[in-house]
């Protein structure tokens, strides 16, 4: 994304924003559609952005030493952007000092700010300079996993009186969705499509197997107890990782899953067979994308890879809808190279104030520890 910074000083003295700061859930919630409909058809496409997401972290994930803050742009009566953050602070010297950001986990990562397309000049540097008004002792705010197409990036680049730390962080799959499912299909390896009809003949021979995908008013968090009883089936319940594992994560897939069916984000991707669910994605629907977020099947029908034909369902269905651009997981397994998925950079920011001698102490201690570990 290229930024024409004469552009840039036309459209700022035309436009008049209003930034409101919202610290509790009664604030945040007479927004919740409207910033929905912001991450809804934003450039990057983001779920984790949207308020469905970002309310159900700060419910059940802040630590002791963190409290939220979520920065609102108007433009006359309509929302045009929204920064979330969390400032985590403790004492550095004697001084209460704070880094401004989301910890890095899978459930909050690639939370981005969101802004009206065609205005992300505007609404984001006065999104970053508000925060950085609100919190004059933070030594850096940070960005956990954004894509390459994130407006925040370009933006950053080329913001003023900033210092800006790009860093590669790692890569996410997706499948480009076109209209010719056969075409795709055709393009996959002869020995994996001949797997995967095999997988199709087993299924098939089991009792009453169905592929369902329920989304709209029909998508509710009432699903997400198939999703839990076929990850505790799966490795996931081997290594530690299924949701059944981990209360905290069962809450916030609670409440993550009620704000995204109220939203009209949530789809469910089930396929029984036997009369009972034998794999279960959770996806998400924007705009031009599917997010496919958690997958899950019972071990115990491997032999008809399960979790294989519900993501083949999933592509043919995307390639049938005129609305779909591209099914993205945002992870990258080895697995993903079977169905030839392409890859998409996510970078880790830092951006640090230059009016603000705590942010730029924050660079000047990142930059020492960066040169420290070259040296050790």
Not at 74 to 99: H, I, R, Y
Not at 105 to 120: H, N, R, Y
Not at 136 to 161: H, M, Y
Not at 171 to 178: D, E, M, N
């Given at each position: ?5 004469n ?18 859930f009664?604030?945040?919630e007479?927004?919740?559609?409207s910033?929905?409909?912001?991450a809804?058809?934003?450039l ?8 469905a997401?970002?309310s ?10 963190e409290?939220?803050?979520c920065?609102l742009?108007?433009q006359d ?8 953050s969390?400032?985590k602070?403790?004492n ?16 909050s990562?690639?939370v981005?700010?969101?802004?009206k397309p ?15 008004e609100?919190?004059p002792?933070q030594?850096?705010?940070?960005f956990?996993?954004?894509p390459?197409n994130s ?6 680049e080329?913001?003023?009186?900033f210092?800006?730390i790009?860093e590669?962080?790692?890569?996410g ?8 499912f056969a075409k795709?299909r055709s393009?996959l390896?002869?020995?994996f499509?001949s ?5 199709n003949?087993?299924?098939?021979a ?15 968090a ?8 076929v990850?505790?089936?799966s490795w996931k ?9 981990c ?5 916030f897939?609670?409440s993550?899953c009620?704000?995204l069916?109220s939203?009209?984000f949530l789809?469910?991707?089930?396929l029984?067979?036997?009369?009972k ?5 959770l ?14 099947y019972?071990a115990s029908?491997?032999k008809?890879?399960?979790g294989?034909?519900l ?12 609305d779909?651009?591209?099914i993205?997981f945002?992870?990258d397994?080895?697995?993903y ?12 920011l ?8 705590f942010?730029m ?16």
């Amino acid at each position: 994304m290229l930024l024409d910074r004469n552009l840039f000083a036309k459209e700022q003295k035309q436009i008049k924003l209003q930034i409101k700061v919202a610290r509790n859930f009664a604030e945040l919630e007479p927004h919740a559609d409207s910033w929905n409909r912001l991450a809804f058809g934003s450039l990057q496409q983001l779920p984790m952005s949207s308020h469905a997401w970002v309310s159900s972290y700060f419910e059940h994930y802040l630590a002791q030493n963190e409290s939220w803050v979520c920065l609102l742009a108007f433009q006359d009566s309509e929302l045009v952007g929204v920064m979330p953050s969390v400032a985590k602070t403790w004492n550095l010297l004697g001084l209460k000092v704070s880094v401004l950001g989301l910890r890095q986990s899978s459930q909050s990562c690639s939370v981005d700010i969101l802004a009206k397309p065609g205005l992300e000049n505007i609404v984001i540097p006065a999104l970053v300079e508000k925060m950085v008004e609100l919190y004059p002792r933070q030594i850096g705010i940070v960005f956990d996993r954004l894509p390459e197409n994130s407006p925040t990036i370009a933006v950053f680049e080329e913001l003023a009186n900033f210092t800006l730390i790009k860093e590669f962080d790692s890569v996410g799959a997706y499948i480009p969705i076109g209209n010719d499912f056969a075409k795709y299909r055709s393009n996959l390896s002869g020995n994996f499509r001949s797997n995967l009809n095999k997988a199709n003949k087993k299924l098939h021979a089991l009792e009453n197997a169905n592929i369902n995908f329920i989304n709209g008013k029909e998508a509710t968090a009432e699903y997400l107890t198939q999703l839990v009883e076929v990850e505790a089936k799966s490795w996931k319940e081997d290594v530690g990782t299924a949701i059944i594992n981990c209360p905290q994560a069962l809450a916030f897939y609670r409440s993550l899953c009620q704000r995204l069916s109220s939203a009209g984000f949530l789809e469910w991707q089930i396929l029984t067979a036997e009369g009972k669910a034998i794999a279960v994605n959770l996806a998400v629907r924007l705009e031009r994308l599917v997010l496919i977020w958690k997958l899950g099947y019972d071990a115990s029908y491997s032999k008809c890879s399960p979790g294989s034909l519900l993501l083949e369902e999933a592509v043919k269905l995307a390639c049938e809808s005129p609305d779909i651009d591209e099914i993205n997981f945002m992870t990258d397994h080895s697995w993903y190279d079977n169905w030839k998925m392409e890859k998409r950079q996510y970078y880790y920011l830092r951006l640090y104030s230059h009016k603000s001698p705590f942010s730029m102490l924050g660079y000047m201690i990142w930059n020492l520890r960066r040169k420290l570990r070259k040296i050790f």
